[in-house]
T-cell receptor, first 118, second 110 residues
Framework: GAGVSQSPRYKVAKRGQDVALRCDPI?????LFWYQQALGQGPEFLTY????????KSGLPSDRFFAERPEGSVSTLKIQRTQQEDSAVYLC????????????????FGPGTRLTVL | RKEVEQDPGPFNVPEGATVAFNCTYS??????FFWYRQDCRKEPKLLMS???SGNEDGRFTAQLNRASQYISLLIRDSKLSDSATYLC???????????FGTGTLLAVQP
């Protein structure tokens, strides 16, 4: 079946531009996560949704970052007034359950959006 | 200090070799443990979960030592296709977020 999809796959922005990154999770998955992966580093957590509720946004690096999932399926990560340090791969992941106590609730990752800010 | 620490490598090994990766985590509240594999310019994919009793999946064996907060991955009879970055991952807290190490790069040579 279809996995997690993300668009665009590549985005080049001029410093100061706003960008919007889209994630289509696996159909029916309750949980959705956004991670940021800088070059040579492991992914770092940004935010988490259970259905349409944003339950954890502790990883968002500044108030320029905003995420939403209004209908509990597709999610958008928006970055306002992009800076060069925002250049990274933005990964979206989804999992079927909403139970964080269940370690078998595997997170499936999308291919990511590679953002380059000039 | 990062919450999950790994040797970044690279580990350059010949085909058929056995290679071991180690990882330590600092938060004793961590609940679940995983190894993910990430190929160059691709997304991370779950390789295996790690349990205290140890678990094996073909050529791959993972171990967890909660007392020492230490996780290991052993790959036997390395294949060229095993070349990738191996990410040590823990799951902590109420929201199931994953905490990743920086990854260990493995290059299997012919």
């Amino acid at each position: 079946g279809a996995g997690v999809s993300q668009s665009p796959r590549y985005k080049v922005a001029k410093r100061g531009q706003d960008v919007a990154l889209r994630c289509d999770p696996i159909s029916g998955h309750v949980s959705l996560f956004w991670y940021q992966q800088a070059l040579g580093q492991g992914p770092e957590f940004l935010t988490y949704f259970q259905n349409e509720a944003q339950l954890d946004k502790s990883g968002l690096p500044s108030d320029r970052f905003f995420a939403e999932r209004p209908e509990g399926s597709v999610s958008t990560l928006k970055i306002q007034r992009t800076q060069q340090e925002d250049s990274a791969v933005y990964l979206c992941a989804s999992s079927s359950l909403g139970d964080p106590r269940d370690p078998t609730d595997t997170q499936y990752f999308g291919p990511g959006t590679r953002l380059t800010v000039l | 200090r990062k919450e999950v620490e790994q040797d970044p490598g690279p580990f350059n090994v010949p085909e058929g070799a056995t290679v071991a990766f180690n990882c330590t985590y600092s938060n004793s509240a961590s609940q679940s443990f995983f190894w993910y594999r990430q190929d160059c310019r691709k997304e991370p994919k779950l390789l295996m979960s790690v349990y205290s009793s140890g678990n094996e999946d073909g050529r791959f064996t993972a171990q967890l030592n909660r007392a020492s907060q230490y996780i290991s991955l052993l790959i036997r009879d390395s294949k060229l296709s095993d070349s990738a970055t191996y990410l040590c991952v823990v799951n902590r807290g109420a929201t199931n977020k994953l905490i990743f190490g920086t990854g260990t790069l493995l290059a299997v040579q012919p």
